[in-house]
């Protein structure tokens, strides 16, 4: 696997919806079809109990879409991007630093190569994660 494919996977986001939640859905979405086609059943022999089945499988079918909208909008909201590895290279005598992007192989105290100012031995000083924060969303 190329390296490519491998960052376009790792930046793709998590579109899965968990069995559990689906399963209560259509459990939900199950119970409120048969309300209903109890209730025409019973409207249709004279029954006086169908007006209360065809409010329970409204409500039901209500529920139903209304989780599986909620349900899609958080796994869309929750679709994570891989924040970048930054390293910092770092020359201990004259005090140069450099910052970019983690590459395979770096670890802290490895030696990068020559100072550009004072020729002595660059070292790598730091790996961290970048964390850029999201500006919140105002409600009203």
Request: aromatic residues 10%; contains cysteine; hydrophobic residues 45%.
């Amino acid at each position: 696997m190329s390296e490519d494919t491998e960052a376009e996977e790792a930046t793709a986001p998590t579109q899965r919806i968990s069995s559990f939640v689906f399963a209560v859905i259509l459990i939900t979405l199950v119970l409120s079809l048969a309300a209903l086609y109890f209730a025409l059943s019973a409207y249709n022999s004279g029954d006086a109990s169908a007006g209360i089945l065809l409010i329970i499988g409204f409500i039901g079918l209500g529920l139903s879409t209304y989780m599986l909208l909620q349900t899609r909008r958080s796994v869309m909201r929750l679709a994570l991007k891989i924040q970048p590895v930054i390293t910092t290279i770092s020359c201990q005598k004259c005090g140069f630093k450099n910052v970019r992007e983690f590459e395979r192989g770096d670890f802290v105290f490895k030696e990068v190569g020559p100072c550009p100012k004072c020729n002595d031995k660059l070292l790598v000083s730091a790996i961290y994660r970048e964390i850029k924060e999201k500006p919140k969303e105002e409600r009203f």
